[in-house]
């Protein structure tokens, strides 16, 4: 994709890897509009980024969506990338008793999130000469977590969907483009200083090199092995991993609770 001279919206923006990529694509001279549901850390972004603009926006909303879409397509009309990146990560155990609830919001906020979001604004996207639609999955539509089942399978599910969304507008001014990031060192769960975490920062300054390409998906070197993995002996590596984790676990004073995770 070109990395200047757009007019991106960014869902989940407020910190991590949607700040990151936000930052980075200000920095080139894009105008760059940011959306979260908390407007005091919308305001804190927009105030370190003097004319970058900023939205608050409920992902899991289908209203709220809509009457982003509205405003973007009015204020925005050139509006030509669109980077679904708002998530949320809960813990659950697939071993025990599913919380109904949680697993809901999960897959509404992580899948039906970026397909309402894109569907919202593909005919202005499909109006420009040259448009791009950036899908951030994770490393765990490859390589689930036992730790994180649900989450996993909803990335597993949007990493599918890219897949046929890309086939599906291949004859449009669209690109669909997928990041698939590994462990990175975010709040998405909390900021640990894991040494097993990719610095934010390196994460951003790798995607965005990639982005700069014509990869239609984004992987750091440092999970390709895992990318390249599904085969007919996919389960034991994914035990494997998983027992690796389960052996060397988070530090039980850093542990969130089952529940705990965040909405960017």
Known sequence: MKLTGNTIFITGATSGIGRGLAEAFHRLGNQVIISGRRKELLEEVTMANPGMQAIELDIADPASIKSVADWLKNAHPSLNVLINNAGLMPFDDPSGVMDDEQMQKIIVTNFFGPIRMTSALIDVLKAQPSSTVIHNTSVVSFMPLATNSVYSAGKAALHSFTQTQRFALRKTSVEVIEIA???????????????????????????MRQLGTDEQEIIVDAIRDLRDNPGTGEYKLIAEFNE???????????????TEGVVA
Request: glycine residues 2%; hydrophobic residues 30%.
């Open 181 to 207: 990031p590994p462990w990175v060192n975010t709040d998405l769960i909390y900021k640990s200083g894991d040494p097993r975490a990719m610095p934010l920062d390196d994460y951003v300054n790798d995607t």
């Open 244 to 258: 690796y984790l389960a052996e060397h676990p988070i530090p039980v004073e850093s542990q969130p609770s089952l």
